[in-house]
């Protein structure tokens, strides 16, 4: 997957491609939505998520489906208050016909009332008619739309993030990379999420676990990568190794959403 940051932005709108494949998402956030509309030969058709998310939990989720690209969003904004983020999944018309659209439209929405903590604005699921010819290609592409949200860091699968996460989500900023994970403090051990970025040209010194996965993660890649899954590690320290390279000391790396180290949390248990 290779993600393009519009204005160099992290937090701004991100363009994501995975090389083979026609799909095109966009990470379009709310407030951006006008600059978002400006982007130059966007696919048109496809479905979309509106998500209300902070640093990757999900509160609430909508699908939908769009023939009309990023520019569908324009009628959700006045619409509806809840979401701060939409995630959108195109391709040309003649690789998504209609019927396929509307299958996979149905397909999302099933998937979404059926899984996760958070609410859902969609309150029915559509019945479109499908030939059984193309029930597959509705099949691989929904699997390749929840592949990339999980890469991106919203993952519809992560049914109790709500109310199992044991303390805040940290993040790393060190040469501006994203990393985002959790503490556990009973154990000590913490997770670095699915979607944080992973500062690969950036070798690891003294830390043979963090390398072995980063070879069996990403086997030989090189530059910035998002992280396909969920990785936990025996300690803060080894977890922002295995992201920033080099050698780290992970209680003050990791950082909670006020800039606070993790180190902050440790005192206090």
């Known amino acids: 997957m290779t993600i393009q940051f519009i204005d160099c932005e992290p937090d701004g709108i991100r363009i994501c491609r995975i090389e083979g494949e026609s799909l095109v998402t966009v990470v379009v956030p709310r407030e951006l939505l006008s600059q ?16 209300d998310e902070d640093h990757g939990i999900l509160s609430r989720v909508y699908a939908g489906q769009t023939i009309q690209g990023i520019s569908r969003l324009e009628s959700h904004k006045s619409r509806k208050d809840f979401w701060n983020k939409a995630v959108m999944f195109l391709d040309e018309d003649w690789n998504i016909d209609r019927d396929v659209l509307d299958a996979l439209e149905a397909k999302a929405i099933g998937y979404v009332q059926e899984h996760g903590s958070y609410e859902t604005d969609n309150k029915q699921v559509p019945s479109p008619r499908l030939s059984p010819y193309k029930e597959q290609r509705v099949e691989d592409l929904h699997a390749k739309i929840l592949f ?14 709500a109310t199992i996460v044991p303390g805040p989500i940290f993040h790393t900023k060190r040469n501006g990379v994203l990393g985002r994970g959790l503490w556990d403090s009973k154990d000590g051990r913490f997770t670095v999420l699915a979607g944080s970025e992973v500062d690969l040209d950036k070798k690891i010194i003294k830390n043979r676990t963090a390398q072995d996965l980063r070879a069996q993660m990403f086997d030989g890649e090189t530059g910035r990568r998002l992280l396909p899954k969920d990785a936990t590690f025996s300690s803060p320290s080894a977890a922002a190794v295995f992201v920033l390279g080099g050698s ?22």
């Open 148 to 161: 990339r949200m999980r890469a991106l860091g919203y993952d519809l699968d992560r049914a109790d993030d």
């Open 36 to 51: 978002a509309s400006q982007l130059p030969q966007m696919p048109r058709r496809g479905i979309y998520y509106l998500l």
């Open 248 to 269: 780290a000391n992970g209680w003050i790396e990791w950082l909670d959403e006020y800039g606070r180290p993790l180190d902050t949390y440790r005192n206090h248990e």
